[in-house]
């Protein structure tokens, strides 16, 4: 199988003349250096170590060399989880990596082929020395990327740098994709400390280190102590203080008599009183006289507590700066297995990482969609036929045990028919007729028969006659 990959197939070798010449287009292209790249092509084994945390207790998973069980090109394969409900740990040593002065970017792909139901797909960067094969849980780490799923309430994406050996989370809310389609997902971390998240190879968040994490304090804070000043004029709008009230104003009634009522022929004053008209609303009254407003020229705009520098502030210059970088890892849970990842890269190059992510993912992710579509039409199609299957068997089953009522019914009945008449007839028999009754009615005549073959012979006789 393998000699036969490696031999003379046209078509996989210009497969991978054409990936060869998009690597060293893109190698020429990028100005910065790559660090660190994994396709996960042949050899990836002897560059990372399996880890055996968890091996002992038998919650240790695995990870398989494929493409899943769909994807855009056969050929192009990740590592992917196996057995559900297990703890999964591999890393790679890299070229140590400082990013003081340079940018750091961290890219990488992931496929949730499963309903994962509960579980991680981060990877992380470690620094120092990291003892591959005990590489767990507990081992430090200098920064934690990636998406963690758990139901349907949690779908993060997970931020976490170090910094003077305490993580720190991003205090934004980020969230992941959380689909069965490969996604490509991209950190970038710059020397102002400023950083962009990048999902398939969009900007889906941006920031400063100084506001999204709770690592140094602020720069400025809010004056406490400050309160607005008497001479401030915070109302936008006044009355127009030349606006005079006009003369008669308020002399206008607010109703007047309805000049279409009229007096009925058959009102008597003497006996019905004075006559009046109904009252109504006097469209001239204009309500109590206000001034109109016009705009304030004094208007200084709502007054807000100022902000002030932090005493308590003290700026790091190098607080972007992890410590050395030497290590990358998966180290994650899952209730279900079955997440591709792929395509490991880190770089100092924000556009090679972004060239090289449409070079992979870009490249086949319709030819994916098709494939997952595809897939998801069998899988519906068997499970259709699996439950027409358990429908067919259970019906099966139900018209089982209604022949097996219907015969216990048929025998009973026939024997109460049969020991009525024997009863009359042969009264010296009545009671051992009746202490095998049950027993006929649960195993048949044939039983019955047998056991009054050697207990009652007069009335084997009789039901012979009887033709039961």
Request: charged share 35%; net charge neutral.
């Amino acid at each position: 199988m393998e000699s036969s990959r490696r031999g003379g197939h046209p078509k996989l070798q210009l497969r991978l003349l054409h990936r060869l010449l998009a690597l060293a287009s893109l190698l020429l292209l990028a100005s910065g250096e790559v660090i660190f790249e994994e396709r996960f092509e042949d050899g990836w084994e002897t560059r990372w170590v399996k880890s055996d945390w968890k091996r002992s207790e038998g919650k240790a998973g695995t990870f398989k060399h494929t493409a899943g069980k769909y994807s855009g090109d056969p050929d192009d394969k990740g590592i992917q989880t196996t057995l559900d409900a297990r703890h999964f740990a591999i890393s790679a040593k890299i070229p140590e990596f400082s990013n003081k002065g340079r940018t750091l970017v961290l890219q990488y792909s992931i496929k949730f082929e499963q309903d994962i139901e509960c579980g991680g797909g981060y990877i992380k960067l470690m620094s120092g020395y990291v003892n591959q094969k005990k590489y767990s849980g507990d081992t430090p780490y200098s920064l934690m990327f990636g998406p963690d799923i758990c139901g349907t309430q949690t779908k993060k994406l997970h931020l976490i740098l170090s910094y003077q050996g305490q993580n720190y989370p991003v205090k934004k809310d980020l969230q992941c994709e959380t689909d069965r389609l490969t996604h490509v997902y991209t950190f970038i971390l710059r020397p102002d400390a400023s950083y962009s998240i990048l999902v398939d190879n969009r900007e889906r968040e941006s920031g400063s280190m100084y506001t999204d994490w709770d690592i140094l304090p602020p720069r400025k804070i809010k004056e406490v102590n400050a309160k607005k000043p008497k001479d401030w004029d915070d109302r936008e709008y006044i009355e127009d203080p030349d606006e005079v009230k006009p003369e008669g104003y308020d002399s206008i009634p607010r109703e007047i008599p309805d000049p279409k009522d009229k007096k009925p022929d058959t009102w008597d004053d003497d006996d019905d009183g004075i006559w009046k008209p109904r009252r109504i609303p006097n469209p001239a009254y204009k309500g109590q006289w206000k001034r109109k407003k016009i705009k304030n020229p004094n208007y200084k705009g709502k007054w807000k507590i100022p902000w002030i520098d932090n005493p308590e502030f003290e700026d790091d210059p190098d607080l972007y700066v992890l410590k050395p970088l030497k290590y990358i890892g998966i180290e994650v849970w899952q209730v279900k297995a079955g997440s591709v990842f792929d395509n490991i890269l880190i770089c100092d190059d924000p556009e090679y990482a972004k060239r090289a992510a449409e070079e992979t993912w870009g490249a086949n992710k319709e030819a994916e969609k098709e494939a997952f579509e595809e897939a998801e039409k069998e899988r519906k199609a068997r499970e259709d036929k699996e439950a027409q299957q358990a429908r067919e068997e259970g019906e099966r089953r139900r018209r089982e045990r209604g022949d097996r009522h219907r015969g216990r019914d048929h025998y009973k009945d026939r024997y109460k028919r049969v020991s009525s008449h024997t009863v009359h007839f042969l009264p010296d028999l009545k009671y051992q007729l009746l202490t095998t009754e049950y027993q006929a009615c649960a195993t048949g005549i044939t039983g019955m028969t047998t056991m009054m073959s050697f207990e009652a012979p007069t009335a084997l006789q009789f039901f012979r006659e009887a033709k039961v």
